[in-house]
């Protein structure tokens, strides 16, 4: 892993991402830091957050990366990430549900490595 220097893009996006209730997409994170840093910068922020395994990206249902916090999570090996996160139809918010896990069962000489559920629907907010 490499050792990367800690700037003031990075320690604003991480707390941003930590403190958030929802996954945010890297135009939310954009949005809300402003001039900090450019789209490149943020980019890479966030590939740098991912490497360290201080944030898991989560795909909503349009295709959209958003990241979320990491708790007990390493260099190349997240944690506790098999979880529904779900995603609303009317706000497009990705929250993690931590207690609701998933299970399935694959066909024979299979195995799973990494998984990732992400249910559609409409958020209590929205109801």
Known sequence: MKNY?????????????????????????????????????????????LEEGKVHKVLDFDGVAKYSSCENCEHDHHHDHHHVHFSCTVCNKVTCLHNVIPTFKLPENYTAQDYNFTVSGVCPECN
């Open 5 to 49: 220097r800690t700037t003031t893009a990075k320690t604003t996006i991480i707390g941003l991402i930590e403190n958030s209730e929802i996954a945010l997409s890297q135009q939310d994170i954009q949005d809300k830091i402003g001039n900090l840093c450019n789209r490149v910068t943020t980019y890479r922020v966030l590939e740098r957050l």
